[in-house]
C-alpha cells in the first residue's frame, strides 16, 4: 500500500484546475506559483504549504487545495479580495486590507488620498467603518492626518443629484455625524449644499 500511494504511477496528478481567479492570467500565474506539476505523485502534494505558499498573494484572501484520488486532479479553490477604493496603484477592501490586483484597475472606484502611513491608517479605518449607503456616494476620501478627514460625495436620493464637499474632521461621533448628514440632506433648503462641515457635528455648517 505505501508503495501505491508513494510511486504508483496510477497516482500522479494529471490535471490542476484554478478556482475562483478573476482572469486567465491571474489562474496561470496561480497553477505556476503552486508548484504543482502534472506528473508529480499525488500522495506527496502537502496542500496546506501550497494554501500558505500562494496566501502570499495580497489579492487572495483564502485558498483551499484539495486532492481527487480518482480523478487525479487537483483542484485549487480561490476566494479573491473584493475592492471597495483605491490608494494609489493599490485597492482597499471591507477589512481594510491593501491589495494589488490587475483586474482591479477596471473598476470605477472611490479614491483615497492620504500622505502619511498614519493618514492612510486613519482614512482605511474611516473607509470601512462608514455605512454602505454612504460609500455607494463616496467618490474621494482625503485625510491630512489622523484627525482631518474630506469626502466628495455624490447623492442622488432625494431627486436632485449633486456632487459635495464634507468636512468629516476626525473618527469620533461617527454614529452621530452619520445621522446629522442623512437629516441635512433631507431640509428643502439644503437642495443646492456645496459643503457640509460636520468635524463639530453637534454644530454643523452648511453652505
Known sequence: ???????????????????????????????????????????????????????????????????????????????????????????????????????????TLPTLKAPTLSAQEFAIGLLVSLPPEIRRELRVLEAENRNSATLTLHNSRTGSPRTFTVIWGDESALDFKVKVYKALLELPENKKVSLLDLSAPHAPIVK
Open 1 to 107: 500500500m505505501a508503495y501505491v500511494l508513494g510511486w504508483s504511477p496510477l497516482l500522479t496528478v494529471q490535471d490542476v484546475q484554478v478556482f475562483g481567479a478573476p482572469d486567465s492570467q491571474s489562474a496561470s500565474e496561480i497553477k505556476n506559483q503552486s508548484n504543482i506539476v502534472e506528473g508529480e505523485k499525488l500522495a506527496r502534494l502537502e496542500p496546506r504549504v501550497t494554501q500558505q505558499l500562494l496566501e502570499k498573494n495580497s489579492w487572495i484572501k483564502s485558498v483551499k487545495v484539495s486532492r481527487n484520488w480518482l480523478s487525479r486532479k487537483v483542484d485549487i479553490r480561490i476566494t479573491a479580495r473584493s475592492p471597495i477604493a483605491k490608494l494609489g496603484d493599490r485597492y482597499v477592501d471591507l477589512e481594510g486590507r491593501v491589495f494589488t490586483a490587475q483586474e482591479s484597475s477596471k473598476l
